[in-house]
């Protein structure tokens, strides 16, 4: 299999995604990574098979949605906990951001729409790409052979981040991803960020679980005893074999 990218780039923190409103990105293809919860949790819902996925940036965005339509489920969370009526005025979000919440029974068949202190926010930032993929350890697999192809593209790893920081997991993810291309490719020009990411990657990839567990958000989810198992969960690799990719602000599953 080929992947014959112009050139390879990955972004570590926020503040690096703010160049995007400003970059051409019709000759791009991004892939989001947002491993503690975000991404992970989208590509676990669409394995349990809800329907679509709308990512939105704030509460206020999600709510207008389900005032347009009462089926619609809400999930998402503010500094890692479920969003409550205490901060919506009253409407009690349907899921957090944990993985173990989108069982089948819960969302197959069914439309979501989230919104999450990071990971929403890097996929709205990517909506000019000529591809957007959501990107986890659970489908790393899936998502690097829909990858095949790129001539004359760019590829670009967009890591959501802790706030406006770089978060650990997701540079672990993003450097993953780079691994399996130089495995599997040729012809890519790496930037010196996709050296580091997949060197980091490397230096971790026989305890992924323990240096994802030994990350910020890793350490705050591992103290929090109901979310703790979500660190274990998120680390899983190639467990949901799916490409979910967004288009037309939707996220849905595409192999």
């Known amino acids: 299999m080929s992947y014959r990218y112009r050139k390879l780039d990955v972004l570590f923190a926020p503040a690096e995604q703010q160049e995007l409103a400003t970059r051409d990105l019709t000759a791009s293809v991004c892939v989001v990574f947002d491993i503690l919860r975000a991404t992970s949790a989208m590509v676990t819902a669409l394995w349990n098979g809800a329907e679509s996925i709308a990512p939105v940036s704030e509460i206020e965005e999600a709510l207008a949605v389900r005032a347009r339509d009462m089926e619609v489920l809400l999930a998402g969370e503010r500094d890692g906990l479920r969003i409550g009526g205490a901060v919506t005025g009253g409407v009690e979000f349907e899921f957090g951001n944990s993985p173990a919440e989108f069982v089948a029974a819960r969302v197959r068949g069914r439309r979501l729409v989230t919104t999450t202190t990071n990971g929403t926010r ?20 899936s998502t690097v052979e829909a990858l095949a192809g790129g001539d004359d593209l760019d590829l670009v790893l967009v890591c959501s981040g802790t706030g406006t920081r770089a978060a650990l997991e997701d540079v672990l993810a993003a450097g993953a991803l780079v691994e399996r291309l130089r495995m599997g490719g040729e012809g890519i020009e790496g930037a010196d960020s996709a050296l580091m990411a997949r060197d980091m990657y490397l230096g971790t990839r026989l305890d992924l679980e ?46």
């Open 122 to 141: 890097a996929l709205m930032a990517c909506r000019g790409a000529s591809r957007v993929l959501v990107g986890s350890f659970l489908n790393l697999g």
């Open 210 to 255: 323990g240096g994802i567990g030994r990350s910020q958000n890793g350490r705050r989810l591992l103290g929090i005893p109901m979310l703790a198992s979500d660190v274990a969960a998120c680390a899983r690799v190639d467990v949901c074999p799916l490409v979910a990719e967004m288009r037309d602000g939707l996220v849905r599953r595409v192999g």
